[in-house]
């Protein structure tokens, strides 16, 4: 547990430190499931993965780009593919040497 880490709430509802591969699927999960623009400090947080409809021909390619660029300001996370599926994206994603799946939801706007 560091000091530094992120917070999660336990069964009881108790906060706590997350840290390492907690912390990173933490974060990964949010820049990537946090629609653009939409987090008032910092307008380039986010992405538009969850607006992508599944039936468009680019929806993978699309997915990818969004992922990559949402997580530009995560030099150690490399997008290594993407699973779209009826109603959401899978982002498979390799950060400090772990693979995550983070899936996305899709949204309706």
Do not use: H, W
Request: glycine residues 10%.
């Amino acid at each position: 547990m560091g000091i530094n880490g992120d917070l999660l709430r336990d069964s009881s509802g108790r906060p706590y430190f997350v840290s390492d591969r907690d912390e990173t699927a933490q974060r990964l999960y949010i820049l990537l499931s946090a629609k653009r623009g939409g987090f008032i400090y910092d307008r380039e947080l986010g992405s538009d993965i969850g607006l992508i409809d599944p039936a468009d021909s680019d929806a993978s390619v699309r997915a990818e780009a969004y992922a990559r660029r949402a997580l530009a300001c995560m030099p150690q996370a490399e997008v290594t593919g993407v699973c779209v599926e009826q109603n959401g994206i899978t982002v498979f994603v390799t950060a400090d040497g772990e693979e995550y799946g983070i899936r996305v939801r899709r949204t309706t706007e």
